[in-house]
Nanobody, 118 residues
Framework: VQLVESGGGLVQPGGSLRVSCAASGIIFSMYTINWYRQAPGKERELVATISKYRSTNYADSVKGRFTISRDNTKSTVYLQMNSLKPEDTAVYSC?????????????WGQGTQVTVSS
C-alpha cells in the first residue's frame, strides 16, 4: 500500500496551491481520506475529510478557503487551497481509513511541505 502526496511548494500569501494524494494497493473507493497538517512545534491538525460517500468536513481554520475532492477513477484525493496564509505553512499528509469486514485499516503518506511566505 502506498499513499503519495505531491504538489506542495512555496507560495505567497493570498495565493493558491493544490496538493494531491495518490493511493495504490487499496480499494480506494472504500476509504475515507483525511488531510492532516503539522507545523514545526505544533500538534498535528486534521484539516479536511472526504468520506467514501463524498461527504466533506473542514477545520474551522480552513473553512471557506480549502476544498477537498476525490477522483476514484484515479485513486486520488485533492486539496485545493486558496487564500493561503502564513499560518497554513506545514507538512501536509494524507491518511486513508476504512473498516472492512469489521477490521480497521489505516495508511499514511509521507507528506508534502507547503510554505506560505513572501
Amino acid at each position: 500500500v502506498q499513499l503519495v502526496e505531491s504538489g506542495g511548494g512555496l507560495v505567497q500569501p493570498g495565493g493558491s496551491l493544490r496538493v494531491s494524494c495518490a493511493a495504490s494497493g487499496i480499494i480506494f473507493s472504500m476509504y475515507t481520506i483525511n488531510w492532516y497538517r503539522q507545523a514545526p512545534g505544533k500538534e498535528r491538525e486534521l484539516v479536511a475529510t472526504i468520506s467514501k460517500y463524498r461527504s466533506t468536513n473542514y477545520a474551522d481554520s480552513v473553512k471557506g478557503r480549502f476544498t477537498i475532492s476525490r477522483d476514484n477513477t484515479k485513486s486520488t484525493v485533492y486539496l485545493q487551497m486558496n487564500s493561503l496564509k502564513p499560518e497554513d505553512t506545514a507538512v501536509y499528509s494524507c491518511n486513508a481509513v476504512s473498516s472492512i469486514a469489521g477490521e480497521p485499516y489505516a495508511y499514511w503518506g509521507q507528506g508534502t511541505q507547503v510554505t506560505v511566505s513572501s
